[in-house]
């Protein structure tokens, strides 16, 4: 669980980071698009804010939370979801929008992982 967040932690708070000092950059990474207009840019860098605060919400719980670990499930399934609708739905598609896309399923499917051992752990302790 410790390796888990500490990984989510660093991806989510550089990616936040990015999108509150450029959000143009990183969405026209991500979609191949920019945003348009200054509301776009607003709230890309309120999620900039979000993903940060996420990151230093794994880093501060990397000694074992599970309500996180199952709130970054969440997350990424969602994450990687919108995504893919993002590139097979919409058409759209940028020099990153397939990795962030891997990324969030294998972060997800991480997740579940990590929620299984905790599940297997505390049926083997009784906790």
Do not use: Q
């Amino acid at each position: 669980m410790k390796l888990l967040l500490a990984i989510t932690a660093v991806m989510e708070a550089v990616t936040g980071l990015g999108l509150l000092l450029s959000p143009s950059l990183i969405v026209r990474l991500l979609l191949g698009t920019p945003p348009d207009g200054l509301a776009a840019g607003t709230v890309g860098r309120i999620a900039g804010a979000a993903l940060l605060a996420l990151g230093l919400a794994c880093w501060m719980a990397r000694a074992g939370s599970r309500a996180l670990v199952l709130a970054m499930l969440f997350y990424n399934a969602a994450a990687g979801a919108i995504l893919a609708h993002a590139a097979l739905g919409a058409g759209l598609s940028g020099p990153g929008l397939w990795l962030a896309i891997g990324l969030h399923t294998a972060l997800a499917a991480w997740c579940v992982a990590v929620l299984r051992s905790i599940s297997v752990h505390r049926a083997a302790t009784g906790a």
